[in-house]
């Protein structure tokens, strides 16, 4: 029976040291705790899809960004995927706008090739993306739920 | 009869022996990645310092560091005004006299003659642009070297490549194709910056570090997003193209046909061998145009975690991607402390900040 014993000694330590081993991004004790931070963008009743979302800190000197989804749903990330924004007041920027590159694919712009001016296309206004201009704000607290819902018109 | 119990292993438990052995065998593998990896680091670390030597002997010899991007000539084939890097500069202090020689005299390659000083760095019938002369120390043993072939170019091979890209400090006004120099960084277009501009102190002020290749079309690695206004106002725009977790690009995001970061060794456009300390290392690249105009473009190697960097004492550090990178948030400043953290000041000249990595 001995036997058995040390073979699943070994079987054991084997898959501990399985879990035991993890790579990629790890947090840094060094950056300021984070809060999960969510919520929505429509603009005149619409959602509105793939909508840069970002929040600015502005006691706590970091931006959270997100990315909405077909739905207006968005999620901030400040360091890690979906780690939130760091707690208290927000200023808040939500930008859509769709740009055109006119200038044809054969011309190697980077060798010298002549460009055609940027098609610009604001879907939300472009005051809605600048920071010190938008209006918006957000406080983000410890308790949460901190989902949010821009109703931009 | 006697039923006798024969001494030895049964089936079950060879089976369950083989099983732990495979297992520790497949916890072994990823240690001598591992160790092959920090193995690819150091010699990364090496190669770094001698370009710091480099700079420093070119220094010497010149009173000024090399520009991040200049040249002469006009004419046909078209010269490489404001377009050369200052590796062709660097050449012969990293034991490539030979190479840095055939590019200062006139030339024929292709049936094309080619006057001293050769021609813009993206032409194709120009051999000694080619990899056919790929300096070996120029890149990055962690990275897979992609060269520029694009539009069917370079058909004799691709261009000669880098890993390696110069500082343009941490703003991104003038950091473009024939940008205006901002006295801020230690390189861009004609800067010949000297030691006495650097009142940052050279151990805190980055000189070279990694741009690497891409690996996937949508990676964050090695890609650039096009056509990204407003991020002069707010770079962190730039965070929200990207899955931070997989580090590929949204679907929603506009990816640049253009490979960057070091694809061309010798073009002195900062998307090919520059970088602006304003989004962490291994952050992704945004532009706020086509190819040729301003924007943010990160440092990124692909050794785990951060990127190394040659400082302007000639010492070389990695840099961890957690570095403290202030506010993505905040508008670019001209003057002053860098709003971008530590990662910001280390990029500055004179931004008279007082930096520290550790931070």
Redesign the interface.
């Known amino acids: 029976m001995s036997r058995w014993i040390l073979v699943h000694v070994l079987s054991c330590l084997g898959t501990l040291s399985i879990f035991g081993c993890s790579g990629s991004q790890a947090e840094n004790p060094n950056w300021p705790k984070r809060f999960k931070t969510s919520g929505t963008v429509t603009y005149q009743g619409k959602a509105i899809e793939g909508a840069e979302v970002t929040f600015t800190n502005t006691q706590g000197n970091s931006t959270g960004t997100g990315k909405t989804d077909s739905s207006g749903r968005f999620t901030l990330t400040t360091h890690l995927q979906h780690d939130g924004v760091v707690a208290g007041p927000q200023v808040v920027s939500i930008r859509r706008v769709d740009v055109i590159d006119k200038t044809p694919k054969d011309v190697d712009v980077s060798a010298g090739g002549k460009a055609l001016p940027l098609e610009i296309t604001w879907i939300i206004p472009e005051k809605f993306s600048i920071p010190t201009k938008s209006g918006l704000t957000a406080s983000v607290t410890e308790s949460g739920p901190n989902d949010f819902k821009f109703e931009l018109k | 009869m006697t039923k006798r119990r024969k001494s030895g292993?049964t089936l079950v438990?060879l089976l369950?022996?083989i099983?732990?052995i495979g297992?520790?065998v497949?916890?072994l593998l990823?240690a001598v990645q591992a160790a092959r990896e920090a193995a690819r680091r150091m010699q990364c670390t090496n190669q770094l310092k001698q370009f710091g030597l480099a700079l420093h002997n070119y220094a010497d010899a010149f009173k000024k560091f090399p520009a991040g991007s200049a040249g002469t000539g006009t004419g046909n084939p078209?010269g490489n005004n404001n377009r050369i890097n200052a590796m062709v500069g660097l050449l012969p202090y990293v034991e490539e006299s030979g190479l840095y020689n055939m590019v200062q005299s006139p030339q024929t390659f292709n049936g094309v003659v080619f006057q001293a000083g050769g021609p813009?760095p993206?032409e194709a019938r120009y051999d000694l642009w080619g990899s056919q002369f790929q300096v070996k120390g120029m890149n990055c043993p962690s990275d897979s070297p992609v060269g520029d072939n694009?539009?069917g170019r370079w058909a004799a091979g691709a261009a000669a490549t880098t890993s390696y890209s110069f500082c343009h400090g941490d703003h991104q006004t003038g950091v473009r194709d024939q940008g205006a120099y901002q006295r801020r960084g230690l390189f861009g277009t004609r800067s010949f910056a000297g030691f006495r501009d650097i009142t940052d102190g050279t151990s805190n002020t980055m000189a070279i570090s990694e741009r690497c290749f891409p690996k996937g079309a949508r990676s964050v690695f090695g890609n650039t997003i096009?056509?990204?206004?407003?991020i002069t106002?707010?770079p962190?725009?730039c965070?929200?193209?990207a899955?931070?977790?997989t580090r590929q690009y949204?679907p929603?995001a506009?990816v640049s046909?253009?490979r960057t970061g070091g694809t061309r060794a010798y073009?002195g456009?900062p998307?090919y061998t520059g970088f602006n300390a304003i989004l962490p290392p291994n952050s992704p690249s945004c532009l706020i145009?086509?190819?040729?105009t301003q924007g943010v473009m990160t440092a990124q190697s692909w050794h785990?975690?951060g990127v190394n960097c040659v400082f302007a004492d000639g010492s070389v550090r990695f840099i961890?991607?957690?570095i403290?990178a202030?506010?993505?948030?905040?508008p670019e400043k001209l003057s002053g402390p860098s709003p971008y953290g530590i990662w910001g000041a280390l990029a500055t000249i004179n931004g008279g900040e007082v930096a520290s990595e550790d931070?």
């Not at chain 2, 096009?226 to 407003?230: K, N, Q």
């Not at chain 2, 202030?326 to 905040?330: E, F, K, L, M, T």
């Open positions: 292993f438990e369950v022996v099983a732990i297992i520790l497949g916890l990823p078209k813009a993206w694009r539009g096009e056509s990204l206004t407003g106002a707010n962190a725009l965070l929200a193209q899955n931070r977790a949204l929603t506009t046909g253009y073009d456009m998307i145009g086509n190819i040729n785990t975690g961890s991607e957690s403290n202030g506010n993505s948030g905040a931070q």
